[in-house]
C-alpha cells in the first residue's frame, strides 16, 4: 500500500494548529503497519534552517495555474524514516506565517496541482492520495477533472479528512476557471452562495471522507457545528468516519523527556518535583499541596474563554489554586489575562507566548487540565495531558467526549471530569469537584492510574485508516 499526504503543514517543520501534529505522527504509525507513506507540503519561508539546509533538489516541473504555468521546485528530506516533499515557489510560499493572505486562494491552488503534477517526476505512483484539510482539498476535484484520462492517475483513490469544518477555503467563482482550469461543469460541487468552496470540494470529490473524532463526525452533520456544510455531510454519511487522533507517544513520554524538570513514569511523588520547579520558574509560591490547573491553549473564541473570564477572579479569590495559562492569540483575551496575572500574583502566571519546552514543562506540573471548548474536533491537548498525568476538565463535546471519561468514585472508573452545557458555572463546578478529589489521596490515585494507563498513540487508529485505504483501492 503507497500512500501520499498533502498537507500545508506538519510537525516538526512547521505548526499553526492541531494538524501539524497529525501530519508528523501519524505516518509513523502507518509506516510502522507496513505502509509505504510519504508526505508534500508547501516549502515555507517558516521552516527552521536546520531542515532546509538538508534539503535534496529532486526535480523541477511547470505547473498550469489558468492560462500560465508557475515553477515549481521539489525538494526532499527523510525525516524519522518518512520521505517528506516540499513544494518550492518564493512567490507564493517565500512570505512571513502561513495563511492569512489575501491571494490564498491562489497560493493553495497551486500547491493542490502541483502535488498531481509532480508526481511521474517524482516516480511515486501512490495508492491513496489523502488530503489533509482545504488546503489541500481540491486535489480529488483536479485528479477527476485533469487527470484521470492518463493512466498513470486513473487508479489513484482519495481520502478527504476534515481537521476543523469552521475554516472552508472559500473564494470567489473565478477561481474555478481562472485557477483551477475547470469549467462550470465543476461549479455545483464546490458552489457555496456564489463562490467556490476548497472543503465542499474535498467532500463531494473523494472517495471518502475522515474526520477526527467519532462525536465530532456526528456533530457536523448538524446545523450548530455544520457551518452550511451538513446536509451535504448528511447525504455522504456512508462515506464519513469519525477515527479520533493520536499522539507521538515516543516524543511525548514523561519517563525519556529531557524537557522537564524530574522524568517519571506514573509516580506521583516524582510529578510532583515538576510542580516545585515550575513554580520556582514562574515565580509561584513553592507549595506541593496546592492544587495547580493548567491551560495550554490558543486564546480564541472557540476554546471557551468566556467561561474562564466570567469566573476566573472568583476562583483564584475562594480557592486555594494556582492557575497556569500559556497561549497566544486575540488581543483581547490575552491583555485580560495579562491583567488578571497581575491581580493574583501568587495564585495566576500567564505566559503569553509559544514555547514547547514550557508546555511541556506544564503538562507534566499541573495537577488538573482544563478545556471547556465550545467545540474540539478532536483535541491533543487534553491526550498530553493523560500522558503526563495531568488530569483533564472538559466540556463534552468533539473528540473531548470521546477521549475523556468521568471518574465515578463508585467505580473507580474514568480518567478525568466533564461537563455538557456550554455554562461558566457548569465549569465551575465541575473543577471544584476536581479539585476536591485532589485532596482525596484514594481517589486521585485511581483518576491518576487511569489517565497513565491509557494507550494515547496512533496504532489503533492507524489501522483504521488502513481499513478505509483497503476498502476503497480493492
Given at each position: 500500500?503507497?500512500?501520499?499526504?498533502?498537507?500545508?503543514?506538519?510537525?516538526?517543520?512547521?505548526?499553526?494548529?492541531?494538524?501539524?501534529?497529525?501530519?508528523?505522527a501519524l505516518p509513523k504509525a502507518l509506516k510502522s503497519a507496513g505502509v509505504d507513506v510519504r508526505v508534500i507540503m508547501p516549502k515555507f519561508k517558516g521552516i527552521p534552517d536546520k531542515f532546509t539546509a538538508k534539503l535534496e533538489h529532486i526535480t523541477a516541473v511547470d505547473v498550469p495555474i489558468g492560462w500560465r504555468n508557475?515553477?515549481?521546485?521539489?525538494?526532499?528530506?527523510?525525516?524519522?524514516?518518512?520521505?517528506?516533499?516540499?513544494?518550492?515557489?518564493?512567490?507564493?510560499?517565500?512570505?512571513?506565517?502561513?495563511?492569512?493572505?489575501?491571494?490564498?486562494?491562489?497560493?493553495?491552488?497551486?500547491?493542490?496541482?502541483?502535488?498531481?503534477?509532480?508526481?511521474?517526476?517524482?516516480?511515486?505512483?501512490?495508492?491513496?492520495?489523502?488530503?489533509?484539510?482545504?488546503?489541500?482539498?481540491?486535489?480529488?476535484?483536479?485528479?477527476?477533472?485533469?487527470?484521470?484520462?492518463?493512466?498513470?492517475?486513473?487508479?489513484?483513490?482519495?481520502?478527504?479528512?476534515?481537521?476543523?469544518?469552521?475554516?472552508?477555503?472559500?473564494?470567489?467563482?473565478?477561481?474555478?476557471?481562472?485557477?483551477?482550469?475547470?469549467?462550470?461543469?465543476?461549479?455545483?460541487?464546490?458552489?457555496?452562495?456564489?463562490?467556490?468552496?476548497?472543503?465542499?470540494?474535498?467532500?463531494?470529490?473523494?472517495?471518502?471522507?475522515?474526520?477526527?473524532?467519532?462525536?465530532?463526525?456526528?456533530?457536523?452533520?448538524?446545523?450548530?457545528?455544520?457551518?452550511?456544510?451538513?446536509?451535504?455531510?448528511?447525504?455522504?454519511?456512508?462515506?464519513?468516519?469519525?477515527?479520533?487522533?493520536?499522539?507521538?507517544?515516543?516524543?511525548?513520554?514523561?519517563?525519556?523527556?529531557?524537557?522537564?524538570?524530574?522524568?517519571?513514569?506514573?509516580?506521583?511523588?516524582?510529578?510532583?518535583?515538576?510542580?516545585?520547579?515550575?513554580?520556582?520558574?514562574?515565580?509561584?509560591?513553592?507549595?506541593?499541596?496546592?492544587?495547580?490547573?493548567?491551560?495550554?491553549?490558543?486564546?480564541?473564541?472557540?476554546?471557551?474563554?468566556?467561561?474562564?473570564?466570567?469566573?476566573?477572579?472568583?476562583?483564584?479569590?475562594?480557592?486555594?489554586?494556582?492557575?497556569?495559562?500559556?497561549?497566544?492569540?486575540?488581543?483581547?483575551?490575552?491583555?485580560?489575562?495579562?491583567?488578571?496575572?497581575?491581580?493574583?500574583?501568587?495564585?495566576?502566571?500567564?505566559?503569553?507566548?509559544?514555547?514547547?519546552?514550557?508546555?511541556?514543562?506544564?503538562?507534566?506540573?499541573?495537577?488538573?487540565?482544563?478545556?471547556?471548548?465550545?467545540?474540539?474536533?478532536?483535541?491533543?491537548?487534553?491526550?498530553?495531558?493523560?500522558?503526563?498525568?495531568?488530569?483533564?476538565?472538559?466540556?463534552?463535546?468533539?473528540?473531548?467526549?470521546?477521549?475523556?471519561?468521568?471518574?465515578?468514585?463508585?467505580?473507580?472508573?474514568?480518567?478525568?471530569?466533564?461537563?455538557?452545557?456550554?455554562?461558566?458555572?457548569?465549569?465551575?463546578?465541575?473543577?471544584?469537584?476536581?479539585?476536591?478529589?485532589?485532596?482525596?489521596?484514594?481517589?486521585?490515585?485511581?483518576?491518576?492510574?487511569?489517565?497513565?494507563?491509557?494507550?494515547?498513540?496512533?496504532?489503533?487508529?492507524?489501522?483504521?485508516?488502513?481499513?478505509?485505504?483497503?476498502?476503497?483501492?480493492?
Amino acid at each position: 500500500m503507497k500512500v501520499l499526504f498533502a498537507a500545508a503543514e506538519g510537525h516538526p517543520f512547521i505548526k499553526t494548529g492541531g494538524l501539524a501534529d497529525v501530519i508528523g505522527a501519524l505516518p509513523k504509525a502507518l509506516k510502522s503497519a507496513g505502509v509505504d507513506v510519504r508526505v508534500i507540503m508547501p516549502k515555507f519561508k517558516g521552516i527552521p534552517d536546520k531542515f532546509t539546509a538538508k534539503l535534496e533538489h529532486i526535480t523541477a516541473v511547470d505547473v498550469p495555474i489558468g492560462w500560465r504555468n508557475q515553477y515549481c521546485g521539489i525538494e526532499r528530506l527523510v525525516y524519522d524514516g518518512i520521505p517528506v516533499y516540499f513544494v518550492d515557489n518564493e512567490y507564493y510560499f517565500g512570505r512571513d506565517g502561513v495563511y492569512g493572505y489575501m491571494d490564498d486562494g491562489e497560493r493553495f491552488a497551486f500547491f493542490n496541482r502541483a502535488v498531481l503534477e509532480c508526481l511521474e517526476a517524482i516516480d511515486f505512483q501512490p495508492d491513496v492520495l489523502h488530503c489533509h484539510d482545504w488546503h489541500a482539498a481540491v486535489i480529488p476535484m483536479l485528479l477527476q477533472g485533469h487527470y484521470r484520462h492518463n493512466p498513470f492517475y486513473s487508479n489513484i483513490r482519495t481520502v478527504f479528512t476534515i481537521h476543523n469544518l469552521l475554516y472552508q477555503g472559500v473564494f470567489p467563482y473565478e477561481v474555478l476557471g481562472e485557477l483551477l482550469g475547470l469549467d462550470n461543469s465543476y461549479f455545483e460541487g464546490v458552489e457555496y452562495y456564489g463562490n467556490i468552496n476548497f472543503m465542499k470540494a474535498g467532500i463531494v470529490y473523494s472517495d471518502h471522507v475522515t474526520t477526527v473524532s467519532p462525536t465530532y463526525a456526528e456533530e457536523i452533520r448538524t446545523p450548530y457545528f455544520g457551518y452550511g456544510l451538513e446536509g451535504l455531510l448528511n447525504s455522504r454519511a456512508d462515506k464519513l468516519s469519525g477515527i479520533v487522533n493520536g499522539i507521538d507517544t515516543k516524543s511525548y513520554n514523561p519517563s525519556t523527556d529531557q524537557q522537564i524538570f524530574t522524568r517519571y513514569r506514573n509516580n506521583l511523588a516524582k510529578k510532583a518535583e515538576n510542580k516545585l520547579g515550575l513554580q520556582q520558574e514562574l515565580g509561584l509560591p513553592v507549595a506541593p499541596y496546592i492544587p495547580m490547573v493548567a491551560m495550554v491553549t490558543r486564546l480564541v473564541d472557540s476554546k471557551g474563554l468566556d467561561l474562564i473570564t466570567r469566573v476566573l477572579d472568583e476562583l483564584l479569590y475562594y480557592d486555594d489554586i494556582q492557575f497556569v495559562l500559556l497561549g497566544t492569540g486575540d488581543e483581547v483575551y490575552e491583555r485580560w489575562f495579562r491583567e488578571a496575572a497581575w491581580r493574583y500574583p501568587t495564585k495566576l502566571s500567564s505566559q503569553i507566548l509559544f514555547n514547547d519546552a514550557l508546555s511541556r514543562k506544564i503538562y507534566a506540573a499541573s495537577d488538573l487540565f482544563l478545556m471547556p471548548s465550545k467545540f474540539e474536533p478532536c483535541g491533543i491537548s487534553q491526550l498530553l495531558a493523560l500522558r503526563y498525568g495531568s488530569i483533564p476538565v472538559v466540556r463534552e463535546t468533539g473528540g473531548l467526549n470521546d477521549t475523556v471519561q468521568a471518574y465515578n468514585e463508585e467505580t473507580g472508573a474514568g480518567n478525568g471530569f466533564t461537563f455538557k452545557d456550554y455554562n461558566a458555572h457548569d465549569m465551575m463546578f465541575t473543577l471544584r469537584r476536581a479539585i476536591s478529589f485532589y485532596g482525596k489521596p484514594e481517589h486521585w490515585k485511581k483518576v491518576t492510574k487511569n489517565a497513565f494507563s491509557g494507550d494515547y498513540s496512533w496504532n489503533v487508529s492507524a489501522q483504521q485508516y488502513i481499513d478505509i485505504y483497503t476498502e476503497i483501492t480493492q
